[in-house]
C-alpha cells in the first residue's frame, strides 16, 4: 500500500499545464524518466486541505487517448496504468484551456470517461476575460460531471481551491482507467456542444495578439527576425560567457594549487590535481554556455516563438525530406543532442523522427565548445579578416556549418535510401504569445544545470580516473617515459595505425579514447597526458594551448576540428539512440556513418591542408 | 459543379466555413492530427499568414485556435465563404 496518493496532471499541449504545475509544486521538483523510454517523468509534492500530501505528475501535453506520436502514448499508457514505473493514477487534474474550451474539451471528456476522480481547472480565465468570453464553472462543472476550478496559472490564482476540489475528489472516490471507445465525430459534437452551453457570452473571435503575427510571420521581415534571434543567441553563448567562465577558472586554478599544497606529492595527489580537478575542471568550464544556450531556448519555449520559428523553416527542411517539426529538436541538439533526440518524440511520423534522431548528433552541441575553443586559440591567429570580423569567430562559425550542412546532407540522402517515405506533413498548433515567467524559466535552467552537473560528476568523473589510472599504471623505469610505459600508451599505440593517415599523432589517438564517453573529455585528456608526460621534462606550467602550439602541425589541428565536426563522440547520445529507437541496429548505423564521415572529412582536411603547405 | 472553393486557394484574412473535408483522400493519421487541431465540417476558417517564398505552409485561425498546416492538406477542404 502507497500511502501518498498519485494525481496526474493532464492536457492539450499550450493548455498551459506547466505553469499550473509548477505552480501547485513550486520549486521542489524531482525529473526523471519513465523506465525504457526517454520521455521526461516530472513530478511534485502537492498537499490536500488536510495537510496530507499528494504527488502530481505531469503528463506530456496530448490532444487525445489515441496517441500520434509516442510522446502522447506514454500519456495515454500512464492513464490506462500499462506505463512501466508508474502505478496507476488515483486521480486527475485536466488543465482546460478557458480560450479554447470547444477544442480541448475533446480530450478531456475522454479523460472523464476513464472514470479517475477528476478536476478540471479551467486555465487562463484572465486572458478568455479579455477576448470577451465569459465562461460559467458552474454549468461547466454540471455538464462535465466533475468539479471545475477557475485558474490562472501564470499569476498563482486557484492553488487552494484546486487543493480543496482534488481532495474531496481523490479521498472519496476509488480510482478508474478504463478506456471506452470514442467515435472522433460525435466527441467534436458532444464537445462542442458543452461548450456552447458553458458559454455565457461571446464576442466575435478577435484577435488580440494578431499584430505580433503579422510582424513575426511578415514574408520579408519574419525570417529577417528569425535570423536575428539567432545570431544574438549564439552570440550570446560566447559573450555572455566570458565573465562566468574566467571566474570559475579562477576558482580551479587555486583549487589545484591548494590541493597540490595540503597534499604530499605521491600518486594520490596526480590523482585529485592532475586527474580529478583537471578533468572535471575542463568540462564545469563550459556550464555557462550550456546555460545561456538553454536558457535563449526554454524562452523561445515558451514565449510561443519556437512554433513561429517552425513554421518559417518548414520548406527548408522539406527541401531535404524533413518539415518544421524537426527544427525543435535540432535546435535543442545545439546544446547537446540528448534533450534533441528525446524531443524528437513530438514528431509524428517514424521516418521523419528517424532521421532526425540520426542527424541530431551533426548539430554543434557545446560538448564541441570546449574542444573548438582550445584548437582555435592554439593555432588560428586572432587577427581580423574584416572590420569587426575575426579568423577565429570565422572559424568557428564554419565549423557549425559544417555541422549544419553535414546534417542537410546527409538528412537527403538518408530520406531516400533507409528512412525512406512518404512525404511527411507539417501540422501544429500555434499557441498564444506569452511573457516567459523569470520563475519556470529559472526553474527550467536549474534542472538542466544539475542533470548537467551529475553528468559531470559521472561519467565525465569515471573516465578521467580511468584514464588517469590507464596513463599513470605501469609507473616508468628510470629512464622510460611515463606515456611509453603507461597502458594507455600501448593502447594508443595499435591506434595510432589507424588515425596515422589522417594526420593524428599518438596523444590524439590516446585522447579519443576516453572522449567516447563525452567529446569534451577530449580537452580534459589531453590536458592530462601532456601534464603527466611534462613530469619527464623540466616542468614547465605552461598551458595546454602553448604545448599543443608547440606539438602539432596546423594540418593535424585542422583535421582535428573537422573530426569533431562529425564523429559520434558521446556515449549517452548512442545510448539514447538505442532507447528511442529500441535496439542496436540504429546506434549501431549512427556510429558507423558518423565515424566513416568524420574519418573522411578529418583526413581530406589533412591532406588538403599538407598539400596547400599550411 | 466544379466551382467549390478549396481552403488552400482562400484568399488571406478572408472569414469561411468548412463545408466538407475529403477525409479518406488523407488517411486516418492524418485525419486524426487535424480533427485533433480542430478541424471538422462547419468549423469556421481564416487563413492569416503564408510561409516566406513557396507560401506553404499556411498559418489559419480555426475556431478559436491558430493552426499550420501545408496547403496539400488544405487542398482536401472544401469552404464556403462567410
Redesign the interface.
Known amino acids: 500500500m502507497n500511502p501518498m496518493p498519485l494525481v496526474a496532471v493532464v492536457g492539450n499541449p499550450n493548455a498551459g499545464k506547466s505553469a499550473l504545475f509548477n505552480m501547485l509544486t513550486g520549486a521542489r521538483q524531482k525529473v526523471g524518466n519513465y523506465p525504457g523510454v526517454t520521455v521526461e517523468r516530472k513530478s511534485g509534492r502537492f498537499t490536500f486541505p488536510d495537510g496530507r500530501p499528494v504527488e502530481l505528475v505531469d503528463l506530456p501535453g496530448a490532444y487525445s487517448l489515441e496517441p500520434s506520436s509516442p510522446d502522447e502514448a506514454v500519456t495515454r499508457d500512464v492513464l490506462l496504468g500499462h506505463q512501466a514505473g508508474e502505478r496507476l493514477p488515483d486521480g486527475l487534474l485536466i488543465v482546460l484551456d478557458a480560450t479554447n474550451l470547444d477544442n480541448h474539451l475533446r480530450f478531456a471528456l475522454q479523460l472523464i470517461d476513464l472514470g479517475h476522480p477528476t478536476v478540471v481547472a479551467l486555465n487562463m480565465v484572465d486572458l478568455a476575460r479579455r477576448d470577451g468570453l465569459e465562461i460559467s464553472p458552474e454549468r461547466l462543472s454540471q455538464a462535465l460531471g466533475v468539479p471545475v476550478v477557475e485558474t490562472v496559472a501564470v499569476r498563482r490564482i486557484g492553488k487552494d481551491a484546486i487543493s480543496e476540489a482534488l481532495g474531496g475528489e481523490v479521498l472519496n472516490r476509488p480510482a478508474g482507467g478504463r478506456a471506452g471507445p470514442h467515435d472522433p465525430r460525435a466527441l467534436s459534437t458532444r464537445a462542442r456542444a458543452i461548450a456552447a452551453t458553458a458559454t455565457l457570452s461571446q464576442l466575435p473571435t478577435r484577435d488580440a495578439a494578431g499584430w505580433l503575427d503579422r510582424i513575426a510571420l511578415h514574408p520579408l521581415a519574419g525570417p529577417l527576425i528569425f535570423a536575428g534571434i539567432m545570431f544574438l543567441m549564439f552570440q550570446a553563448v560566447f559573450a555572455w560567457s566570458e565573465a562566468p567562465v574566467a571566474l570559475i577558472e579562477s576558482g580551479l586554478l587555486w583549487l589545484q594549487a591548494s590541493a597540490s599544497s595540503l597534499l604530499p606529492d605521491n600518486l594520490l595527489r596526480s590523482l585529485a590535481v592532475d586527474g580529478i580537478l583537471g578533468g572535471v575542471g575542463a568540462v564545469v568550464v563550459f556550464l555557462p554556455q550550456i546555460l545561456i544556450l538553454f536558457f535563449f531556448i526554454l524562452l523561445l519555449e515558451a514565449s510561443g516563438y519556437m512554433v513561429r520559428a517552425a513554421f518559417l523553416m518548414d520548406r527548408l527542411m522539406a527541401r531535404v525530406g524533413l518539415s518544421g517539426h524537426a527544427f525543435i529538436p535540432l535546435l535543442s541538439s545545439f546544446a547537446c543532442a540528448i534533450p534533441g533526440i528525446m524531443a524528437t518524440r513530438t514528431i509524428a511520423d517514424p521516418k521523419d523522427r528517424l532521421t532526425t534522431i540520426l542527424i541530431a548528433p551533426l548539430m554543434t552541441c557545446s560538448a564541441r565548445l570546449p574542444v573548438y575553443a582550445v584548437i582555435i586559440a592554439a593555432f588560428i591567429p586572432a587577427r581580423a579578416v574584416a572590420p569587426g570580423v575575426g579568423l577565429q569567430g570565422l572559424v568557428l562559425f564554419g565549423l557549425y556549418a559544417m555541422g549544419i550542412l553535414g546534417a542537410m546532407g546527409a538528412a537527403l540522402v538518408l530520406r531516400r535510401t533507409v528512412a525512406r517515405g512518404a512525404k511527411t506533413g507539417f501540422m501544429m498548433e500555434m499557441p498564444k504569445y506569452q511573457l516567459p515567467r523569470v520563475r519556470d524559466i529559472a526553474l527550467g535552467l536549474w534542472q538542466r544545470a544539475t542533470i548537467f552537473l551529475k553528468r559531470a560528476g559521472g561519467i565525465i568523473l569515471v573516465s578521467t580516473i580511468v584514464l588517469w589510472a590507464l596513463l599513470s599504471f605501469p609507473q616508468p623505469r628510470p629512464g622510460q617515459s611515463a606515456l611509453d610505459s603507461s597502458i594507455a600508451g600501448k593502447l594508443a599505440t595499435g591506434l595510432g595505425v589507424i588515425v596515422e593517415p589522417i594526420g593524428f599523432n599518438r596523444e590524439i589517438a590516446l585522447a579519443l579514447i576516453p572522449a567516447m564517453a563525452a567529446r569534451e573529455v577530449a580537452v580534459s585528456a589531453l590536458a592530462t597526458v601532456y601534464s603527466i608526460e611534462a613530469k619527464d621534462e623540466a616542468r614547465q606550467e605552461r598551458g595546454l594551448i602553448e604545448r599543443l602550439r608547440g606539438r602539432w602541425p596546423l594540418p593535424t589541428a585542422l583535421a582535428f576540428l573537422m573530426w569533431f565536426v562529425f564523429a559520434p563522440q558521446c556515449l549517452s547520445t548512442v545510448a539514447v539512440t538505442r532507447r528511442e529507437t529500441n535496439g542496436w541496429k540504429w546506434p549501431g548505423f549512427m556510429l558507423a556513418y558518423l565515424f566513416g564521415l568524420a574519418y573522411l572529412a578529418a583526413g581530406a582536411t589533412f591532406w588538403l591542408a599538407t598539400w596547400a603547405g599550411l | 459543379m466544379n466551382t467549390a472553393l478549396r481552403l488552400d486557394m482562400l484568399p488571406m484574412r478572408t472569414n469561411a466555413t468548412i463545408s466538407a473535408i475529403d477525409w479518406l483522400a488523407l488517411g486516418t ?10 478541424f ?1 465540417d462547419g468549423v ?1 476558417v481564416e487563413p ?7 507560401r ?2 499556411i ?1 489559419m ?1 480555426v ?8 496547403r ?2 488544405a487542398r482536401a477542404m472544401t469552404v464556403e465563404p462567410a
Not at chain 2, 493519421?29 to 480542430?38: F, I, K, P
Open positions: 493519421a492524418d485525419e486524426r492530427r487535424l480533427r485533433n487541431l480542430g471538422d469556421a492569416l499568414h503564408a510561409a516566406p517564398v513557396s506553404d505552409p498559418a485561425r475556431g478559436r485556435m491558430t493552426v499550420a498546416i501545408r496539400a492538406h
